[in-house]
């Protein structure tokens, strides 16, 4: 197989983009165009413009689009989206609740809330959103930061055999634009002389050439050059960025990791303590054991010379057992201070790692399996290659937010289906418009040289004019214009009505006050059914999509995010700005100084991301204060949380006074129980004296009874004490029998 050489990477990323931006795409991404402009009110062509004008025909139009999409939007966006950690262990749970703060200071880093309105918009507007889940490497000095961004719809080119929605089955996503030149070397300077280098593209795509059949606002010239600092003219040139998925070999390695010579030190003396202890207790043991074999002797149930030899088995049997105990503590110290670590490197890692003998009979086991891993292969122009990445993430960063799925990668926006009733709306308002201005500006029907002209266009509609025209010409007549048929009012409210039913968004969540109901519950019944094809599109696409979003954002966060970092979240609580500190990856030591693992290892950590439903839904703020009213009266909070919900003004001093007065009754409760507290006292010492007298007599008498029973303690122990020092000389003695014996046995053997 031949090599695949730098040039040639840079050649397949334009190839990639001259057979995914065919016909299909085209038309795609013209319709998509128009609703964009129509929701921009771009809602007539210049053709259509040139044809009204010169027909004497109305040119405006009356934007039902916009207010549609804009509640669409804003019922969608009302809140930030709020992510979920399930962690698998109990070690991973601790660090699942702190990645959510992560999250959260990532999304404020990136401006997310504005990020995730404009993604949205162009869902609803283009048909497509897309997210982009990437590093800054230049933030905090050099450390990087992991960031979101949004990518213009038009600019990302999918392979079009996706049949997923998330397209997490294509073969390649593409990101192509066209940038000047000068901002592109800004962008990645280290690459600056190979930019300078790069030809102008021949096949730059103008906004202009997108939506030429709707507005020549943007004239192609205004981009296919840019301006430098310098004043001058720059232009533009195509750049690429092609991410794909490709498998690579893993182990899943299983390294015995053995104590330092510190641990082990710590180890023996712990052993020693243990050995010690045990020794003492063997040693115990054996003395109790031959008292009972002497008392064997002394009642004649063993001989003396039997005796002796269980004396000597038993310490044998002593020794050995000191000797295994110290191999059981030696066996068992090891084990504990022994760590099985598990790893995941790449296959060259591997295969460094099992160059080292040492290390290589200490892998217990090593698990090959494949992964997917991103590749992202940037160019500029035809053929100058930039550079070549692997992400180690198994998605793509690239995560997209469609409207109405189609099965392919072109989505259809929610205003392609209302263009044609627009463009029907627009045209009864401007036919009805028209109608009444020819019935209040009258044309005449002349005999020619029968008026002077000049006068008859300025001064015919005047009200109260006088008109003259000439003597033996019939004078000129008006011509009346045709009623206006009903029909087109039916035409412009029927619209109205179909705009809605189409897009799902009634009037009255767009707050016209004559469709509002009038009761609270009709307003609640309003939120909830005008917004059920919103929560449909929700839960089938919305929600999933930042699911998807926030499982890739986990994986790149704890790929970057590998050493101690502290996190410092702003938090607004109660009109205050209140700062919140989150620690990850807390090096642990030992009392040499010696790293020995991590707190809140967070880039090791396993767990899955949820995302919260309906946490992006807008609150309906009266139905929430009634909750919180309910949950009160039943005695499930207090006054002051229900008061912190509310929007009464300096509730903030309110909320304080009543934090100071229950303080204060607090405190009196407080005294007025000392007080009872007190009598009580004065009560108990009162009885108290009377029992007193008793209480001494049978404390003397106690005194008494202690004092006979230590006394008889003593005599008992002292009598002990004589027994076995008697005990113990008759042994003496006894020994001493047996040995003349024995010796006179043995002079009578001899002799």
């Known amino acids: 197989m031949a090599r695949v050489t730098k040039k040639n990477k840079a050649q ?54 916009t207010p549609i999409i804009e509640i669409m939007k804003y019922f969608v966006t009302a809140n930030d989206p709020k992510w979920k950690a399930v ?22 880093l990136s401006n997310g809330k504005s ?23 230049d933030a905090d000095r050099g450390v990087g930061e992991v960031c979101f961004k949004r990518l213009d719809p038009y600019d990302v080119f999918v392979d079009p055999a996706s049949r997923d929605f998330l397209f997490r089955d294509a073969n390649f996503i593409q990101i192509r634009k066209n940038i000047a030149r000068a901002r592109l070397i800004n962008m990645l300077p280290q690459f600056e002389t190979k930019i300078k280098k790069v030809s102008k593209g021949t096949d730059v795509v103008s906004y202009s050439q997108r939506d030429i059949d709707f507005t020549d606002s943007i004239q192609s010239e205004d981009l296919t050059y840019g301006v430098n600092m310098d004043a001058e003219d720059d232009d533009i040139v195509p750049y690429y960025e092609t991410y794909s998925k490709k498998k690579f070999k893993y182990y899943n390695v299983y390294i015995k990791v053995e104590p330092s010579p510190a641990q082990l030190d710590l180890l023996k003396e712990q052993i020693q303590e243990a050995l010690e202890s045990f020794k003492q207790e063997v040693e115990v043991g054996l003395i109790e054991k031959q008292m009972q074999i002497e008392q064997q002797v002394q009642e004649g149930e063993i001989i003396p010379e039997r005796a002796k030899l ?26 504990e201070a022994t760590i099985i670590k598990q790893q995941v490197m790449s296959n060259a890692d591997y295969n460094v790692l099992k160059q080292s003998k040492e290390v290589q ?11 997917n891993r991103i590749v ?61 201005n020819l019935s209040s500006n009258l044309r005449w029907m002349y005999e020619e040289g029968s008026v002077p002209e000049d006068e008859w266009e300025k001064y015919s509609s005047a009200p109260g004019a006088l008109l003259k025209y000439r003597s033996g010409f019939s004078p000129p007549t008006p011509i009346q214009p045709a009623p206006i048929n009903n029909a087109f009012f039916t035409v412009v409210q029927q619209g109205k009505t179909d705009a809605e039913y189409i897009s799902g968004v009634p009037s009255a969540m767009m707050g016209f006050s004559q469709d509002q109901a009038e009761t609270y519950r009709g307003l609640l019944a309003n939120d909830e059914f005008g917004t059920r094809r919103l929560k449909a599109w929700m839960n089938s696409i919305v929600e999933p999509s930042l699911e998807h979003l926030g499982r890739v954002f986990k994986m790149m966060a704890q790929k970057h995010y590998t050493i101690e970092k502290v996190f410092r979240i702003v938090q607004p609580m109660a009109g205050n700005d209140e700062e919140k500190e989150v620690r990850i990856n807390v090096n642990l030591y030992n009392d040499y100084g010696k790293a020995i693992g991590k707190y809140k290892d967070y880039a090791s950590a396993r767990f899955d991301i949820r995302i919260i439903a309906g946490a992006t839904l807008p609150l309906n703020r009266w139905a929430l204060l009634e909750e919180y009213f309910k949950w009160y009266q039943a005695g499930l909070i207090d006054d002051i949380a229900m008061l912190a919900e509310t929007d009464i003004r300096n509730k903030d001093k309110i909320v304080e006074r009543k934090s100071m007065l229950s303080q204060m009754q607090g405190q009196l409760q407080s005294v007025q129980e000392l007080i009872k507290d007190k009598d009580g006292t004065i009560e ?60 006179d046995v043995a002079k009578n053997e001899q002799s």
């Open 12 to 65: 397949i990323n334009k190839q990639i983009w001259d057979k995914v931006n065919n016909s299909h795409r085209h038309r795609w991404q013209s319709v998509s165009q128009k609703g964009y402009d129509f929701y921009l009110n771009e809602q007539l062509t210049k053709e259509e413009l040139t044809m009204l004008e010169e027909s004497g025909m109305p040119t405006f139009t009356i934007n039902r689009i």
């Open 87 to 108: 962690g698998a262990t109990g070690d991973d749970v601790d660090v699942a609740q702190v990645h959510a703060d992560v999250a959260d200071y990532c999304w404020y």
């Open 115 to 137: 990020l995730y309105s404009q993604v949205i918009l162009d869902s609803l507007t283009k048909g497509l959103g897309y997210f982009l889940v990437d590093i800054d490497k």
């Open 310 to 335: 269980m004396i000597e088995n038993s310490q044998k049997m002593g020794v050995q057992a000191i000797k295994e105990k110290e191999m059981e503590l030696l066996s068992q110290a090891q084990d």
């Open 361 to 371: 009979k200490n892998i217990i086991d090593a698990i090959e399996f494949y992964e």
């Open 376 to 436: 992202k292969t940037v160019s500029v122009g035809d053929d100058t290659f930039l550079y070549e990445s692997i992400i180690p993430i198994n998605e793509y960063p690239i995560v997209p937010i469609p409207y109405m799925y189609t099965g392919t990668p072109y989505a259809m926006s929610a205003v392609t289906p209302l263009i044609g009733k627009q463009q029907e709306i627009n045209k009864a308002h401007q036919i009805m418009l028209h109608n009444a």
């Open 684 to 743: 108990t010492l009162q009885r108290q004296l009377v029992q007193a007298g008793i209480k001494m007599k049978v404390g003397d008498a106690s005194n008494e009874i202690r004092k006979d029973v230590l006394e008889t303690e003593a005599q008992q122990k002292l009598l002990r004490g004589m027994l076995k020092v008697e005990f113990q000389k008759m042994r003496d003695e006894m020994k001493n029998d047996m040995e003349s014996t024995k010796q």
